[in-house]
């Protein structure tokens, strides 16, 4: 079965500052992975996804997520963290089952603060 | 276009009590979810549907029911509700089955003391 996790629960930057956001993932072949933001009191939103692809994947925002599979790990990037930036961030991998359904399993998440 | 709309947004029970939880989506979408969100443990699948008049059980079905009557709705159901369904309920929908993006409503908050 799939497994995601997410390295870190919380992680603070300066605004201006680089963002990593840290992912492994656990598969017995070739996965789909995407990152997922959620904003206090909202919905989730898609920021990026990997799916065989070029393994360099830009999202909205300025996010990157790259996909490296020698080490089972799809981190997510940004260069310099804006205060909008605050959420909660969820690593997610995409497990088949029965009947040609993929279903999503989401880590945990890290929450990301950026301060002034 | 309203994306996925989730009724209502906040909800406080007492235990015994039951309720249902209304998803609607204008995208067309064949499939729809219905995910519980609790601290430190993400979104854990409670029901699915991969089409009209069809469901399906996650990975935490118990106490929860589901009907997907018509295309655009999936109604999720807490017959006796319980302290241990306090949580954050998303419904989503998706066009396909497959490694897909999926569309996710605003929550509901739900309180069961």
């Known amino acids: 079965a799939q497994s995601v996790t997410q390295l870190d629960s919380h992680v603070s930057v300066s605004e201006g500052t680089p963002v990593l956001l840290r992912c492994n993932y656990s598969?017995?072949?070739?996965?789909?992975l995407f990152w997922y933001v959620q904003h206090p009191n909202k919905g989730l939103q898609l920021l990026l996804k990997?799916?065989?692809?070029?393994?360099l994947v830009k999202g909205i925002n300025g996010f990157e997520a790259e996909f490296k599979k020698s080490e089972t790990s799809f981190h997510l990037t940004k260069p310099s963290a804006h205060m909008s930036d605050a959420a909660e961030y969820f690593c997610?991998?995409?497990?088949?089952?029965?009947?040609?359904?993929?279903?999503?399993?989401f880590g945990a998440g890290t929450r990301l603060a950026v301060h002034p | 276009n309203a994306g996925v709309t989730q009724t209502p947004k906040f909800r406080v029970l007492k235990t015994g009590q039951s309720m249902t939880l209304l998803c609607a989506q204008d995208m067309n979408h064949e499939y729809m979810y219905w995910y519980r969100q609790d601290p430190g443990m993400g979104l854990r699948l409670i029901h699915y549907?991969?089409?009209?008049?069809?469901?399906a059980k996650g990975e935490v079905p118990d106490g929860y029911n589901v009907s997907r009557l018509k295309k655009q709705n999936f109604l999720l159901g807490l017959e006796s509700a319980a302290p241990s369904q306090t949580s954050v309920y998303f419904c989503a929908s998706s066009y396909s089955g497959g490694p897909d993006t999926q569309y996710f409503g605003p929550g509901t908050r739900l309180t069961v003391l």
């Open positions: 990997y799916t065989s692809a070029a393994t």
């Open positions: 549907s991969v089409g009209e008049g069809t469901t």
């Open positions: 997610v991998v995409s497990d088949r089952i029965s009947g040609g359904y993929n279903k999503l399993i």
């Open positions: 598969s017995s072949y070739s996965p789909s």
